[in-house]
């Protein structure tokens, strides 16, 4: 495994294009928090801009001693050596994905029911990215929410460490904990709020105390 199961918690900060400050500015905010993995998210950008952002940030979280992970863009993940990939159910071939990537990157795969997680192929993918618990503005096309009790279900079936996604907030950190995520990924919990460090910090908090 390229990433301990600790590593991947308490928070997984996932960036907010569409939100009223930066990128640069939300990646800042949640690493002054102690938020040690960052995913850049875009799905509008153009490659050469979405390579610009991600070395750009790749310089701020290697100041900070965090890891970055990039969505979906493959071959800018290769090029650029960032520290892992995270993709969605339509984004190809898992096996084919690892091989452009390299035995090194860490590598992430969304997933959505219990049907999903059987043919993940455990030597290839670190992580599940498991949800969506609520509905969220952030991804209007997501799946149906699964509820804290579907969330349960999914994550209790998958042999890979769980991070939980889908409108989460700090409330939410304890009975995520407890159904055995490994930590919780946010966007707008973070990117919308008027304190993004604090809200960050709050996120933590609250897992660490659950």
């Known amino acids: 495994m390229r990433i301990a199961r600790e590593e991947l918690g308490p928070v997984y900060f996932v960036t907010d294009a569409a939100a009223p400050v ?13 938020v040690r993995l ?7 950008a153009s490659d050469k801009a979405f390579e610009t952002e991600a070395r750009a940030l790749l310089r ?20 650029i050596g960032v520290d892992g990939l995270h993709v969605g159910q339509g984004d190809g071939d898992i096996a084919a994905i690892r091989a452009a990537i390299g ?3 860490i590598l992430g795969l ?36 699964l509820g804290m009790k579907g969330m349960a279900r999914l994550i209790a079936a998958a042999p890979l460490p769980c991070v939980a996604i889908g409108g989460i907030g700090a409330a939410d ?17 973070i990117s919308r709020a008027p304190d993004m460090e604090g809200a960050a910090r709050a996120l933590i908090d609250a897992w660490r105390q659950a």
């Open 22 to 34: 930066s990128v640069p500015a939300q990646v800042t905010a949640a690493l002054r928090a102690g």
């Open 38 to 44: 960052i995913q850049l998210r875009d799905k509008d």
């Open 60 to 79: 701020l979280t290697r100041a900070a001693g965090a890891r970055l992970v990039v969505n979906d863009r493959v071959e800018i993940a290769a090029r």
């Open 103 to 105: 035995p090194d990157m």
């Open 110 to 145: 969304s997933v959505e029911t219990e049907a999903q997680i059987e043919p993940v192929p455990l030597d290839s993918v670190d992580y599940l990215g498991a949800g969506p618990l609520r509905a969220t503005a952030t991804k209007p096309d997501a799946a149906q929410p």
């Open 173 to 189: 950190a304890a009975p995520l904990r407890r159904a055995g995520a490994a930590g919780i990924a946010v966007v707008s919990a």
